[in-house]
């Protein structure tokens, strides 16, 4: 098999390992190292400076039934489908396909996501209409902790990105994955918390950090859970 590196090079491994693989070399590693990226669904391997591609073939076999073994433990990607429980800015509702009701909604009350239209879209619907609670209820969440430190937020959008979960320009533009309307309340709050305090602090300083905090008592807590769960954040397509 012909494993790709970061720069888009491959090499060679003898025998098909049953598993796909990122490459990244590391002047500052000192050894071989191989980890799981829960979100790209596959093994990272780090090649330390002067490793022999030999030696690093050789480690990545040795560990196959380990990485094997972590992979199968990652949910399987699935759809939204009728009757799913999800949760939206830390609540949970129960999906309802009903395509006479007109347009897709929650009914709040009742914790109800009434999904419009034919059943074969009901995936594609849900994912709209988190898209678009996730653009009002982000911007509004914004705005208020932004007000409390004198800053002002110039736009919020909602992007599908896996490289990071927000980020904030020097423009006081920010971006917020859509997947994190599924996460709890708490993790909300923090990252909100995060990307505002990036309003007044563009680096992740000592100062940054006890803005973070000082906007969040839960800031700690919601970093540990997306560093725990937040693959979890990936398992609808």
Not at 49 to 68: G, I, P, T
Request: charged share 30%; net charge positive; hydrophobic share 40%.
């Amino acid at each position: 098999m012909k494993i790709t590196l970061l720069s888009g090079k491959t090499f060679d491994v003898n025998a098909d390992l049953g598993f796909d693989m990122k490459v990244v070399y590391s002047a500052r590693s000192r050894r071989l190292s191989l980890r799981i990226d829960k979100k790209d669904r596959m093994a990272v391997l780090t090649i330390p400076r002067y490793c022999s591609k030999k030696k690093a073939v050789s480690f990545v076999e040795s560990h196959q039934d380990w990485v094997l073994n972590n992979l199968k433990k990652i949910p399987e990607l699935k759809n939204f489908h009728n009757h799913d429980k999800i949760s939206l800015f830390g609540q949970i509702y129960t999906i309802e396909h009903s395509p006479i009701r007109g347009n897709t909604r929650l009914d709040k009350k009742n914790h109800i996501l009434y999904v419009s239209g034919g059943i074969e879209f009901l995936h594609r619907r849900v994912k709209d209409f988190i898209k678009k609670l996730a653009l009002e209820e982000f911007t509004r969440r914004s705005n208020i902790v932004a007000d409390k430190i004198g800053k002002r937020v110039h736009n919020v959008c909602i992007k599908d990105t896996k490289s990071r979960w927000a980020s904030c320009s020097t423009l006081n533009n920010i971006n917020y994955s859509w997947r994190l309307a599924l996460a709890p309340d708490f993790v909300i709050r923090y990252i909100v918390a995060h990307e505002v305090s990036h309003l007044k602090h563009q680096d992740h300083s000592a100062y940054f950090w006890a803005l973070v905090e000082f906007l969040e008592d839960d800031a700690e807590k919601g970093r540990d859970w997306l560093t725990e769960n937040g693959h979890l954040l990936y398992i609808y397509k």
